[in-house]
Nanobody, 120 residues
Framework: QVQFVESGGGLVQPGGSLTLSCVVSGSGVSLYTMGWYRQAPGKQREKVASITSGITGGSINVADSVRGRFTISRDFAKNTVYLQMNSLKLEDTAVYYC???????????WGQGIQVTVSS
């Protein structure tokens, strides 16, 4: 019964900024790694960034393609993960999915996805 509430998507011009939010609920989710994946039309889903649980130190992993532009953060008390996206590029256009899973990954839970469109 893991549930996700994603918000913050929309349309933005190149160079602009957008912040995604994901509130996850369910038993044990505070122990899960959380993160963001994205999938552009005709392409496979790719990991953007992740952050581990507070118990495991909240370690952050960011994809090379967004390093220096995107920042992931987590409110451990509220089970909320954020993705701050700056200097957005056309190639950042995709459906962004909130993800949560134990580590090691014994299960994999996904949000419904939210559209981010970067267009001039």
């Amino acid at each position: 019964q893991v549930q996700f509430v994603e918000s913050g998507g929309g349309l933005v011009q190149p160079g602009g900024s957008l912040t995604l939010s994901c509130v996850v609920s369910g038993s044990g989710v505070s122990l899960y790694t959380m993160g963001w994946y994205r999938q552009a039309p005709g392409k496979q889903r790719e990991k953007v960034a992740s952050i581990t649980s507070g118990i495991t130190g909240g370690s952050i992993n960011v994809a090379d393609s967004v390093r220096g532009r995107f920042t992931i953060s987590r409110d451990f008390a509220k089970n909320t993960v954020y993705l701050q996206m700056n200097s957005l590029k056309l190639e950042d256009t995709a459906v962004y999915y909130c993800n949560a899973h134990p580590s090691p990954a014994l299960a994999d839970y996904w949000g419904q996805g939210i559209q981010v469109t970067v267009s001039s």
